[in-house]
């Protein structure tokens, strides 16, 4: 085998077991999250991906990812996204819906069945996951914020 060869057999693809992932994670309060792809687990320079699950019925308080970048996709649920600087604004996700949040938003992931859990896959635009528990009021009654697709009206 080349040295060439030889480095791609232990530096190239990689494939993490879904037993194998690490809950040793920055936790927010109502979730699990588990890193599958980091630097220290694959040598990810520039992302953080991982799975989350939300109970039944549960939310997180509300939070925030500093600089990062994050997406979530939906695989078995339905969520409720409240953000905004009093979490006024809300908008709802299901099954093959992906969410996008920018960096330091304010915002809580919120489980809203309440007989069975949400399950997702989340991905971060850098090799480590931060989580800013933040202490927000949150408004009474958010406003429903419907996506508006800005290439494809």
């Not at 588990?34 to 630097?39: I, K, L, Q, R, S």
Request: with cysteine; net charge negative; hydrophobic share 40%.
């Amino acid at each position: 085998m080349s040295d060439e060869s030889s480095r791609w057999k232990h530096d190239g693809v990689r494939v993490i077991p879904g037993g194998s992932l690490d809950p040793n994670t920055a936790q927010t309060p109502g979730m699990n999250r588990m890193a599958a792809v980091d630097f220290a687990r694959a040598g990810a320079q520039k992302l953080w991906a991982g799975t989350v699950t939300i109970h039944a019925g549960a939310k997180t308080g509300a939070h925030h990812h500093g600089p990062l970048e994050s997406i979530i996709y939906i695989v078995r649920g339905q969520a409720r996204m409240r953000w905004g600087e009093k979490l006024e604004f809300v908008a709802e996700a299901g099954p093959g819906d992906f969410i996008f949040v920018p960096p330091y938003v304010p915002h809580q992931e919120i489980n809203a069945l309440a007989d069975q859990s949400l399950e997702c896959v989340l991905v971060r635009s850098d090799g480590q996951a931060i989580a800013v528990n933040l202490d927000i009021e949150p408004v009474e009654a958010p406003e429903e914020v419907r996506w508006v697709d800005p290439i494809h009206r």
